[in-house]
Structures are given as structure tokens and as C-alpha cells.
């Protein structure tokens, strides 16, 4: 990607002052630095990191700084990156990188509360995003951040990157080919056998070089945990939704794809903390939700600390026809016949395991499109990410309010008040709610 007006200066983006330096941007690391599509991550301790890994596959990416309000994280991210010559500018407010004009896109990898603020300023700011998943933590903050993507006209990638993998393409075409019969029930799931239980810890001090008011940004000002804390924050409602958001986004998402569908007339949930009632989590371990579409019903299930999900697989998404099921995760995809008279209805597919990695592929579809341009050819753009993200919202309100819930598609809300409380998310510390 040629740059217009490229200044070969001395040009840095300034770090955070709190840093107590500041590391120039790495503007000539290559010779062809002109050509390099320049990303810089805000969160860098989980998918952050493993996107920053990713881009940095492909030669046409370079990493030119980092943002965490960890300073520990920061650091260590830093220096991992110095150790294989790679010098990054590091700030602790995300405002520093949208401020400096010769960085092309920015990575968001933050916890689920921030993803909407961070998106709608890095859009204004003139870049493109690759925001993780789900993308908002509200059905408002989701369909902002569509709005948004539409007003500013940039390049938007949501990580759902089995949507680049070529054995969920082939399992979806499959499907579409009709030869399972009539599919009235998809099953999708996540039974994540390596979570136990979070331990009740008490509050304690921040710990040094943590800025935990930007943290917790929008979010209710509430104690220091450490159990709220990086990974864990998926466990809490006020940062994120639990597995229905965490998982849910990537296996009801096939699901949709599948069966070709838009929005659910009605949704049922059932659950609670089963397996750990008096641990330190918010979100259920154990739920059971039901999204009846026209033609279909579509069941989600999660469970922690199990891992004997249904098809002995601990998650996947299931299409169950009249003449066959298809089974599909991460591993791969199979069909499973129905018999008629003691004859398989369709000619059995052993498992078709997976050939590629979809995030390094995902990434570099990013890529393509920020060259090209051309938003179709986005394998997971804002719309799919905001239309997955609601969905799963939804089945996590049925679960709050506890009963059975209609959606409206027309008035894009639901049919009754006390559903239609959880739409919006509350923005708190000053924050307000980005509007376009």
C-alpha cells in the first residue's frame, strides 16, 4: 500500500507520561517501510497478542506500537517483541495511537466493555480496526458500532476467524447442498472442561503500575479484584456475557450461516451457577437456551468443567437433518447418516480435519481488504459481528429476565419493557455512550 505524503522524519508517537519515556516508532526497520500496512494493538495480553502474532505472518504487516494499562504487561510485551528486533512505540491511553497519523489500523483486543468507545474513536480517527469478539457488550453498543462502520466508510474485521478456515467453508456449503434433508434443530455448544471454579478473594490494593480507573473505563467504579481482573473479566457482567458471548459468537454464528438465518422469533434460557454456586463468578457454568427461528430451532448449551459435550466433541455446532447430521468445530467436520430399512440415507463423511490457520488467514484477509478496499470481501465484517453479538445478547437477557422473550425485528427490540431494560449498557465515570 503506497503512502501518499510519507515524511521520512523523526516523527514518534508520544507514549503515555505515566511511561516515563518515550520509544520512537521503528519508521525504517525495513526497506520498503513505505509499502508496510502499520497496526498498532490496544490489549496485548491475550487476543491481542495472538492477533499482533498473526499480522506479523505476513510481510506486508508491521507492528509500530502497543497500549495496555498495564504497565507490566506493556512491558514484558515490549521486550518480547525487542528480542526478535522489533522496537514498538508503548503509551497507556489508546488516544496516543489514534493521534499519530502514520499509523494505518489499529488491533483492539481489550476486555468486551471497551470495544465500542474504542471503535468508534479509532474509526473518527481516520483508521481502520480489527476489533476481537463479540463486538459490543450490548445490543445498543453492537448496533453503534455498525453505524459507525457506515459513517466513516473504513475497514472492519471482527475476530470470528473460523469464518476463514476452509473446513468450516466446506462444512457450510455441505449444508447449503441440501443433502442432509429438512433441518429442524441446530445444536451448538461449548463445554469447557478446563474451568474450575474462581476462588472468593477480597478486594485489595491496584497493583503497581496498573491504571485501573481507564480499566475499568465505562464500566461502575467498583473495588480492585483480582478475579475481575485480564482473562477473567468474561466471568462478570459488567465487562462481558460468559461463554454465551465468549464461545456462542463463534459456533451459533455457524449456526446462522448454515441455516441462512437473520433473527429468532422468540428465545428461551435456562441455567444458573450450577456446577459453582458460591464462587467468585457472575455468568452462568450451566445454561440451556432455545432460539425458535420460522422453520428451525436453534439450542445453545455451555457447561464448565465438563468437557463430554454432545457428540463426545466439548464444542461444535450441530445440523441435525432428515437424512443426516453434520458435526463441525475446530477440529473438523463429519456426517453422521440417518438409516432407512438398515441403509445409510447418505453416504457417510469420515471427519475432514482442519488444513489451515484461520487466525493467521483471518488476519491476512484484513490485510487484503485494507490494500483493496473492497469491504465485501471481509470474511467477518461489522454486520456479521454486530448481527452474531445480538444474538447472543439476546439469549443472555432471556436467561436475566427468566422467561420465554420475543424479538421484534421491525421495531428491533423486544415485545415486552422489562427485556428491553437490558438493550443498553450502562456507560459510568464520566463516560458516554458514543453516538454517530
Known sequence: MKRRNFIQSSSVLLASTSLGSIIPLNLFASNNVADKIRFAVIGINGMGWSNLNALLKDSRAQCVALCDVDKNVLT?????????????????????????????????????HWHCKMMVDALAAGKDVYVEKPVGNSIEECNIMLAAQKKYNKVVQVGQWQ???????DAMAYVHSGKLGNVRLVK????????????????SLVPEGVDYDSWLGPAKKVPFNQNRFHFNFRWFWDYAGGLMTDWGVHMIDFGLLGMKAENPISIVASGGKFANPNDASETPDTLTTVF?????????E????????????????????????LVLNRQGWEVIPE??????????????KSVDDGLVKHTSN????????KMENLNAPIEAGAHIANICQMGNIAYKVGKKIYWDA????????ESNKYLSAKYHNGYKMPTI
Open 163 to 169: 469464518r476463514s478456515q476452509k473446513h468450516f467453508a
Open 76 to 112: 514484558r510485551r515490549s521486550a518480547e517483541l525487542a528480542k526478535r528486533n522489533i522496537n514498538v512505540a508503548t503509551a497507556t491511553d489508546y488516544k496516543k495511537l489514534l493521534e499519530d497519523k502514520q499509523i494505518d489500523a489499529i488491533v483492539i483486543g481489550t476486555p468486551d
Open 410 to 417: 421491525e421495531k428491533n427490540k423486544f415485545t415486552d419493557s
Open 366 to 373: 484484513f490485510l487484503d481488504v485494507i490494500q483493496s478496499r
Open 188 to 203: 451448538a455448544w461449548a463445554y469447557q472442561g478446563w474451568m474450575k471454579a474462581i476462588p472468593v478473594l477480597p478486594d
Open 292 to 300: 425458535q427461528f420460522k422453520d428451525f430451532n436453534l439450542q445453545w
Open 339 to 352: 438409516k432407512a430399512d438398515g441403509k445409510d440415507k447418505i453416504e457417510r463423511i469420515e471427519l475432514q
Open 302 to 325: 455451555h457447561a464448565t468443567g465438563i468437557d463430554g459435550g454432545p457428540y463426545n466433541r466439548n464444542h461444535g455446532v450441530a445440523f441435525i437433518g432428515n437424512n443426516g447430521t
